[in-house]
């Protein structure tokens, strides 16, 4: 069985490419060392070599182009909209943001929970998003990583409150990554889980078992089988 490139399959995917690429080579190599002679029979020798150069980066570019280069790039294309695809469908929202802490993109979950747009949101800073009194700590964090230092929060997952457009203050979950594209660093994955109603259930149990525990009568809860629950 041969893949599309025409190479054995057993060879791994680094070995078949270079042996893809070699086939190319040896082949255009030998159409110009049978071409030149006919094409330009009388050319002296560094001209012939300049001409074998050229002859050969002309029949073999196509090829390689459609062997290699198109393959990668339909695959470069399809992880990218399979990615951006599920950014956009997630639930949390999922907000990536640069060393200096400015929006650069988000996700349409982001945009509910925090009631902005898109275009308001991209190229302004984080802490837009967030109480003022969190402002300062994000900014040391970010110049302490800027400087070398540790970021202290990368892959946990912290509760804290976000800021919404209205000005209202909610709870939420949130995790970050940083990845790095040449020298820039970015923080990705921030993805944040509105709790709002989390914890409205939370309070609400904790009230109910603090009743419970102070009411002066006895108190039993059965299910409808009569077992104590």
Known sequence: MKPRDGTP????????????????VFLAEAAVMFLLPVLLPHMHSLAAAIADAALL??????????????PLR?????EHLRAATV??????????????GLVQSLNPAAERIFGYGKDEVLGKPLTLLMPERYRDAHQRGLARVRSGGEARIIGKTIELHGLRKDGSEFPLELTLAAWRIG????????????LTERKRTEERLRLQSAALESAA??????????RIT
């Open 87 to 100: 950014v956009a469908h997630a639930v949390d929202g999922i907000i990536t943001m640069n060393e200096q």
């Open 74 to 78: 339909s695959t470069a294309v399809a």
């Open 9 to 24: 399959a057993f060879l791994p995917s680094p070995l078949r490419l270079f042996v893809t690429v070699l086939a190319v």
């Open 183 to 194: 020298k820039d660093r970015f923080y990705s994955s921030i993805v944040l889980r509105d």
């Open 217 to 226: 009568n006895a108190v039993v809860i059965t299910d409808r089988e009569g």
């Open 57 to 70: 980066t002309v029949l073999s570019a196509p090829f390689l182009w459609w062997l290699i280069v198109r």
